[in-house]
C-alpha cells in the first residue's frame, strides 16, 4: 500500500508540474509578445512626435538647437536615447550615453530612408537587449535624413523572470494540495474499505463468519462486493458440501445432497440435455414502480427442480405469468436464471387472458383439480375450457419441439396436470426423446376418473409419456386401473407398466419431499430460547396462550380447514381448560381466487373462525388466528419453531409438504404431527397422530393427546421421522425421477421399424 500511495504521489507530481509548465509557458509567450507591441507602438508615437521637433531645428539650421532637442531625450521611459542622421548616414547628434555605439548609422536608417516609412527590431546593442526604431526625416517633400529611437527592453525580461516565479510558487502550490487530497480520498474511500474488505475476506476464507451476507460498509466497491459476496457463499456451500461428503464417508452412510444430485445428474445425462416443463415458473418478474423486482413463487416444485437445472445447465419452459416478463426475455422468450448466477435457461410461453382462463382456471383448476381430489367439490367439465387447454398443451409441445430441436436423445421431465397431453404430442414428433410426466396430485378410482367426458384423450396422452410418477402405489394402481378401463392396452402388473402400440410406459411412485439434509443437525432444545420466540410472535399478533398449534395451507377446499377449525372447537368445549390456554394460528395463502369457488371460501373460513373466536373468546386470548396473506418460508419457519403441534387435515392430498416441511423445522426434535390419513405424507410419516379429518371428534382428542404427550415420546416420533425425511429427501426425489427415467430402454421409431423386419431387439 505504501509503495502504492508513493507511485501515485511521484505520478501526481510529475503530470501536475508538466501540465502547469506547459501552461504557464504559454502565458509567457503571451505576456513577452503583449509588452514588446507595447513597446513598438509606444516606439512609433513616441517617434513621431520626435521626427516632427526634429525636422523643425533642421529646418531653422540650428545645430545647438538640434543637440539640445537629442540631449533632452535621453533616459525617459526606457528611452535610451535617440541619434539624428543626414541623408549619407553622417550623424548629427546623438544622445551622449549611445554617441560611441551609434557612430555609424545603423543599417535600419538606411532602410527608412530608402522605402520611407520606419523600421522597428528587436536587436542586441553592447550587449544589451534594446529596441531600435528608424524614422525618415523630411524638409517639405525630399528625405534630408533618418532619426534613430533607441529603447531598453530588460524590462520585458524583468516581467517575465516575475512571471515564472509566480507560476512556480503555484504549481508548488496546487501540487501540495492535490497531492494531500487525493492521499486522503485514497485513505477513505479507497483505502479503508480495501483493507476491510481483506480482513472481512480473510474472516471468510479462515470459516470465522458463517454468513457471507455480514458484509462491512465497503462504499464505492459495492458491485465488487456484491460478486464477493455470490463467491463467498459458493465457497461455504462447496466447504460445507466437502465436509459433508467426509462425514458420509466416515460414517459410510449414503445420503441425498444438492451436489450428490448434481454429479449424479451429469453422469446420467451422458452428453444429453435435460428440458423441464411446468405451468408455475421459477423467477417471476414483476413491475412495482419504476423498477423491476424478480419473485421466486413459494413452490415446492422450484425447490424440488432448481438443483436438478443448476447442476446440468438445462432448460426450464414454463407460462411467462409476470407483468414485465415479456421485458427481460430475448427474442427467443429465452433468459438465464438464477439472475443473480444464471446457471440454466428458462423459456417462456405467452398465454393470452382467454387462454390461461379456460386452461389454467377452467380445466385445471375447476375441472382436474376437483376430479383427482376427493373432497366433495364437484369438478366442472366445459367443452369450451377441454379446447383450450388443448391448444395451450399444443403450444407447449411446439414450445419443447423448438427447444430440443438440436439435441439428440434430450430428456423432458413434465410437471403435473397442467399438461396431460403434453407427452404424446412430444413424443409423435421425438421418439427419440425420454418423456416422464409427474403428477403432483392424487390419481382417484377409475369410478370417479370416469366422470370426466375427456378421460380417454387424457389417458392416450398422459400414455405418450416413458415414465409417469405419482407420490404413491396408490396413485399408480388407480391409475393403471383407469388406463384398463378406458384405452386397448396390455397392462404388466408385475413390472407395474402398459405396452401399447409399440409403445411401453412404466408407472412408478416417486414420493416428493423437502430439503433435509445431514447439515441440518439437531439442535439441543433450549427451552428459554423456544419460549421467548414463540412468545415473540404470540405479542405481535396481540395475544396470550400457553400452548400454540399451527396449519400452514393454500386455502383450498381439498385442505380441509373447515373440519380443522370444528375440531378445535370440540376440542375447547370438550376440555375447558384448555380455553385460555390453546390458541391455534391458521396461516392461509390465498390462491385460485379468480375461482369463485375459492373466493368464497376465503369468506367462509373467516366467517367459521369468527364464530368460534366469539363463542370462546376471552380477555387478550382467541382461540383461532387466521392469517390470509402469504407468508415468507421465514415467516413460516419461525412459526414451525415455536407450535406445539401442527395441523395437516387435508381431506385428500397427493403428499401434502407442510407435514414434511413442519419436521424439517423441527431441528429441536419437538412438536406434534397431527397428520390426516388421506394424505401421501401419511404412508411415510407413521409416527405422526394420524386422524380421518372428518371425524370432528377424533382429532379433537389428537389435538389433546398431542398437547399431553410425554416430552421424550414426542421427541421419540419426531426423531424417526426426519430420519425418513432426511434418507428420502428432495434430492433423492429428483436423483430417482432422472435415473429411472434415463435408465429406460425406449422404443424409437428406428427400432420398431427394424423389429417389424424381423430384427431380434427386445422391447
Ligand atoms: C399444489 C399442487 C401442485 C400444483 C400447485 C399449483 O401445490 O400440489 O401439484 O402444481 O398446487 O399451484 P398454482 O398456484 O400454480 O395453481
Known amino acids: 500500500m505504501r509503495l502504492l500511495s508513493l507511485r501515485l504521489i511521484i505520478s501526481l507530481i510529475v503530470g501536475i508540474t508538466l501540465v502547469s509548465l506547459a501552461f504557464s509557458y504559454q502565458q509567457v509567450l503571451r505576456e513577452k509578445r503583449s509588452l514588446r507591441s507595447d513597446l513598438e507602438r509606444r516606439a512609433e508615437v513616441v517617434g513621431e512626435s520626435v521626427a516632427e521637433n526634429v525636422e523643425k531645428e533642421l529646418e531653422t539650421g540650428s545645430d545647438a538647437g538640434l543637440r539640445r532637442l537629442v540631449n533632452s531625450l535621453g533616459n525617459r521611459e526606457h528611452l535610451l536615447g535617440v541619434a539624428v542622421y543626414d541623408r549619407q548616414g553622417t550623424a548629427l547628434a546623438i544622445t551622449p550615453s549611445l554617441a560611441q555605439t551609434l557612430q555609424v548609422a545603423p543599417s535600419q536608417v538606411n532602410g527608412a530612408m530608402a522605402e520611407n516609412r520606419e523600421q522597428s527590431s528587436f536587436l542586441t546593442l553592447n550587449r544589451n537587449r534594446v529596441h531600435i526604431i528608424a524614422l525618415p526625416l523630411h524638409w517639405g517633400e525630399a528625405t534630408v535624413g533618418g532619426l534613430v529611437l533607441v529603447h531598453d527592453v530588460e524590462y520585458i525580461r524583468a516581467q517575465n523572470l516575475r ?340 409403445h411401453r410406459t412404466i408407472v412408478r411412485p416417486f414420493p416428493i419431499s423437502v430439503n433435509l439434509t445431514d447439515d441440518d443437525a439437531v439442535e439441543a432444545g433450549e427451552y428459554g430460547a423456544r419460549y421467548q420466540e414463540r412468545s415473540a410472535l404470540m405479542h405481535n399478533l396481540g395475544v396470550e396462550s400457553a400452548y400454540l398449534g399451527v396449519g400452514v395451507d393454500r386455502v383450498d377446499y381439498t385442505k380441509g380447514i373447515h373440519e380443522r377449525f370444528r375440531a378445535i372447537e370440540r376440542f375447547l368445549e370438550k376440555y375447558p381448560k384448555y380455553q385460555a390456554l390453546f390458541t391455534f394460528v391458521q396461516i392461509g395463502a390465498p390462491s385460485r381466487t379468480h375461482i369463485k369457488r375459492y373466493h368464497d371460501l376465503l369468506a367462509e373460513l373467516e366467517a367459521e373462525a369468527e364464530r368460534i373466536n366469539w363463542r370462546f373468546q376471552s380477555g387478550k386470548w382467541k382461540p383461532i388466528l387466521f392469517l390470509k396473506r402469504q407468508h415468507s418460508h421465514e415467516e413460516i419457519d419461525a412459526y414451525y419453531r415455536a407450535a406445539d403441534l401442527c395441523l395437516v387435515t387435508s381431506l385428500h392430498d397427493g403428499m401434502n409438504l407442510v407435514a414434511k416441511e413442519f419436521l424439517a423445522a423441527r431441528k429441536d426434535e419437538r412438536g406434534v404431527l397431527i397428520l390426516s390419513q388421506f394424505t401421501g405424507a401419511a404412508r411415510e410419516l407413521r409416527d405422526a397422530l394420524l386422524v380421518n379429518p372428518y371425524d370432528i371428534d377424533k382429532t379433537a382428542e389428537a389435538i389433546r393427546a398431542a398437547l399431553e404427550m410425554e416430552p421424550e415420546e414426542k421427541q421419540m416420533r419426531v426423531h424417526r421421522m426426519r430420519k425418513i425425511i432426511r434418507e428420502n429427501n428432495i434430492y433423492r426425489w429428483a436423483g430417482n425421477l432422472v435415473t429411472e427415467l434415463c435408465e429406460l430402454r425406449i422404443d424409437t421409431g428406428e427400432k420398431s421399424k427394424s423389429r417389424t423386419r424381423g430384427s431380434p431387439t427386445a422391447a
Open 163 to 502: 512571471t515564472w516565479r509566480q507560476a512556480f510558487l503555484g504549481i508548488l502550490v496546487q501540487v501540495v494540495l492535490i497531492v494531500l487530497i487525493t492521499l486522503l480520498i485514497v485513505r477513505w474511500s479507497i483505502a479503508g474499505p480495501i483493507a476491510r474488505a481483506a480482513q472481512w475476506m480473510r474472516a471468510l476464507r479462515m470459516g470465522r463468519i458463517s454468513s457471507p451476507q455480514q458484509m462491512p460498509d465497503l462504499d464505492l466497491f459495492k458491485p465488487l462486493a456484491w460478486e464477493v459476496v455470490t463467491f463467498a457463499e459458493s465457497l461455504n456451500q462447496a466447504r460445507s458440501a466437502a465436509e459433508n461428503e467426509a462425514r458420509l464417508r466416515e460414517a459410510g452412510e449414503s445420503s441425498w445432497t444438492a451436489d450428490r444430485l448434481a454429479v449424479q445428474i451429469q453422469a446420467r445425462l451422458d452428453g444429453s440435455r435435460l428440458f423441464v416443463v411446468s405451468n408455475r415458473e421459477p423467477y417471476i418478474h414483476q413491475r412495482s414502480g419504476k423498477t423491476i423486482e424478480v419473485n421466486v413463487p413459494a413452490s415446492g416444485l422450484v425447490t424440488a427442480l432448481e438443483p436438478v437445472l443448476n447442476a446440468c445447465d438445462g432448460t426450464w419452459i414454463a407460462h411467462g405469468s409476470g407483468d414485465a416478463d415479456t421485458e427481460v426475455v430475448d427474442s427467443h422468450d429465452r433468459l438465464r436464471v438464477p439472475p443473480n448466477d444464471p446457471r440454466y435457461t428458462l423459456r417462456r410461453v405467452w398465454l393470452s387472458k382467454e387462454e390461461e382462463e379456460g386452461y389454467y382456471y377452467g380445466f385445471s383448476n375447476e375441472g382436474l383439480w376437483p376430479l383427482c381430489h376427493i373432497a366433495h367439490t364437484r369438478p366442472i367439465f366445459r367443452e369450451k375450457d377441454f379446447q383450450l387447454y388443448q391448444e395451450v398443451n399444443r403450444r407447449f409441445a411446439a414450445a419443447v419441439l423448438e427447444e430440443i430441436a438440436n439435441t439428440k436423445k434430450p430428456i423432458v421431465l413434465v410437471q403435473d396436470y397442467h399438461f396431460a397431453l403434453l407427452p404424446r404430442l412430444i413424443k409423435e414428433k421425438r421418439p427419440d426423446a425420454r418423456v416422464a410426466i409427474f403428477w403432483h396430485i392424487p390419481w382417484p378410482n377409475p369410478e370417479s376418473f370416469g366422470i370426466c367426458p375427456w378421460q380417454r384423450q387424457l389417458v392416450e396422452g398422459l400414455l405418450g409419456a416413458d415414465l409417469i410418477g405419482f407420490h404413491i402405489q396408490s396413485h399408480c394402481n388407480n391409475f393403471l386401473q383407469t388406463v384398463d378401463r378406458v384405452v386397448e392396452s396390455r397392462i404388466d402388473g408385475e413390472h407395474f407398466a402398459v405396452q401399447r402400440q409399440n
